[in-house]
């Protein structure tokens, strides 16, 4: 069965950067795009930016350009979301996602909480 | 940008049916996706490309999408089906995903 298990939860200080980790199983990385998504508490879904495991090609929302970073390690199957220069504002679960155009699977999402 | 808009919240009694839309610039054009997350969860895609159903979700969730006005519709509305509802677009020509602002269901 298709899962995507993500690292666990961090907390960075403001200024600091964090790696969210989503190791893939079930079916092949490299056929599959993997997407990113936060959601802060009480707030809805913001999409943060596309990756293709094969080709490793980025496609990343404005908001975040120039702070994220999506690579990912084919020969474990893992695909990583770095984001750089934290604020208080960037507390937020991250979600993995597979799928192009849609999520069919998700990650379990990510605790990231940025606090001085 | 391109944007989606949806209606903060929705209620409906048990039984009945819930509509919960998701307004776009000729959204019509584009292929429109549904999540249902609940609190703690992560998103389940409950309806993708427009109208067709993932494995495993009730035939009571349908979707359709025209004009300016996309639609998930749940009937027989039962009391898990009470959570948020995301509706979501992929821009081809921007390669960038679109999320609608999410609808809390209540069933009463």
């Known amino acids: 069965q298709v899962q995507l298990v993500q690292s666990g939860a961090e907390v960075k200080k403001p200024g600091a950067s964090v790696k969210v980790s989503c190791k893939a199983s079930g079916y092949t990385f490299t056929s599959y795009d993997i997407n990113w998504v936060r959601q802060a508490t009480g707030q809805g879904l913001e999409w943060m930016g596309w990756?293709?495991?094969?080709?490793?090609?980025?496609g990343y929302a404005q908001k975040f350009q120039g702070r994220v970073t999506m690579t990912r390690n084919t020969s474990i199957s893992t695909a990583y979301m770095e984001l750089s220069s934290l604020r208080s504002e960037d507390t937020a679960v991250y979600y993995c996602?597979?799928?192009?155009?849609?999520?069919?699977?998700w990650g379990q999402g990510t605790l990231v909480t940025v606090s001085s | 940008s391109y944007v989606l808009t949806q209606p903060p919240s929705v209620s409906v009694a048990p039984g009945k049916t819930a509509r919960i839309t998701c307004g776009g610039n000729n959204i019509g054009s584009k292929s429109v996706h549904w999540y249902q997350q609940k609190p703690g969860q992560a998103p389940v895609l409950v309806i993708y490309y427009d109208s067709d159903r993932p494995s495993g979700i009730p035939e009571r969730f349908s979707g359709s999408n025209s004009g300016n006005t996309a639609t998930l519709t749940i009937s027989r509305v039962e009391a898990g089906d009470e959570a948020d509802y995301y509706c979501?677009?992929?821009?081809?020509?921007?390669?960038?995903?679109?999320f609608g602002g999410g609808t809390k269901l209540t069933v009463l």
């Open positions: 990756m293709n495991p094969n080709s490793g090609n980025t």
């Open positions: 979501q677009v992929w821009d081809s020509s921007s390669a960038f995903v679109v």
């Open positions: 996602a597979r799928g192009r155009g849609h999520g069919r699977y």
